[in-house]
């Protein structure tokens, strides 16, 4: 597995992260045992960072990744980065809160869910306009203070956000959506964050399934699953993502690799970008994704890549108050 230096938080962790979104109740189903089993394989594999939030179930994927990771991390706990995020509570009337008083309350639970001491990073999950960043900042770096943090990172915030809350603490980190359909991120806080040398683990980097060529016209998702109600995965957005993802699969045959493998190779492969955060329900998913850091491309390759993807619509996500 290759390791990197998570910009200015100095914190050494692989390059790609394990993430547990899709264990948190917004995709669907899922089998509990497999999920174990895909984090536990990560791990064997090299896997030493892993990136969960308070709002996925409120409690189930920490506490998943709690149950999986439990033995080493009681044995050696400065083995393994864990990444949590709060400062968000959906389905409320105020759905973004970074606030002192709830970020406070996210730490103490998310500390109790994944029965550790201290969380490696803490991020705000999304920027909070209702609360100074002066708030936020400094209420973290009381966390900090008192040793139930140890790093501070934002995610999904602009360069004018970052600006702000660096001004009062540094931001030692950024989790923003980047894949090959959601580029919005490159002239604005990537830019920034490369600049002032924050570190950098990318989300939602196989475009929620858009990029594992495993989706059709004919796909559907249950209704637990929030695709189901994005105009990304339905209609005259879906077929033509799905031309330009066929194109990408026929290239990253060209290179033995996957189009997922070839997604996750090029977010690593961009100026800045440290980590890809990867999820999985399955440990031979995870096995595929983690081969994509060893696939290489070259100027030319990413040129093709460019060319291929041009046609492409641009991919929004979920937020606090619903989709993009």
Known sequence: MQMTRLGRSGLDVSRIAFGTWQVGGDWGDFDSESAIAAIRRAHDLGVNFFDTAQAY??????????RALGSELKRDRDSIVIATKGGINPGTDRPRDASRSWLRHGVEESLRHLDVDYIDLYQVHWPDSATPAEETANALQELVDEGKIRHVGVSNY???????????????????????????????????????????????VLGSGLLTGTLSRQSTFAPGDWRSHASAFRGESLRRNLEVVDELASFAASKNASVSQLAIAWTLAQPGVHVAIVGARRPGTIEASIAGVDVRLSDADLAEIE??????????GATPEGIE
């Open 307 to 316: 060319r291929i993807t041009a046609p492409g619509v641009p991919v929004g």
């Open 57 to 66: 179930g409120f409690g189930t994927a920490e506490q998943l990744l709690s």
């Open 158 to 204: 602009t360069a004018a956000q970052l600006a702000e809350f660096d001004a009062v603490r540094p931001v030692e980190t950024l989790q923003p959506p980047y894949h090959l359909l959601r580029r919005s991120v490159e002239q604005d806080s990537l830019a920034y964050a490369r600049e002032h040398d924050i570190g950098v683990l990318a989300y939602s």
